[in-house]
Nanobody, 123 residues
């Protein structure tokens, strides 16, 4: 598994961004994928994750109703649509993978990590 996160940038409060996590491996559809973020001086926190079947994804409370995670196994990609962005959403966003059916928002659970993409939301 080799994960590549992209799509970050600078956006005003209330704006939207779509992050992508692409994998170059052959068995992407066997991996649960999670999105995490890390703000300066803070611990890395789980934002959202999606099981291998794409059903019943999980979200941290602070992004529920604003973020949508999805996956396209044919394209070996997972997406995080982020709407109504707030300054507190600022941070480096990482995608992570573990070969398992379900997913969890615990960073210690994941085996593989991408390099991160910066999201900055200005007020």
């Amino acid at each position: 598994v080799q994960l590549q996160a992209s799509g970050g940038g600078l956006v005003q409060s209330g704006g939207s961004l779509r992050l992508s996590c692409a994998d170059s491996g052959e068995t992407f559809d066997l991996y649960a994928i999670g999105w995490f973020r890390q703000a300066p001086g803070k611990e890395r926190e789980g934002v959202s994750c999606i099981p291998i079947n794409g059903k019943n994804p999980a979200y941290v409370d602070s992004v529920k109703g604003r973020f949508i995670i999805s996956r396209d196994n044919a394209k070996k990609s997972v997406y995080l649509q982020m709407n109504s962005l707030k300054p507190e959403d600022t941070g480096i966003y990482y995608c992570a993978a573990r070969r398992f059916d379900n997913c969890y928002l615990h960073r210690e659970w994941y085996d593989y990590w991408g390099q991160g993409t910066q999201v900055t939301v200005s007020s």
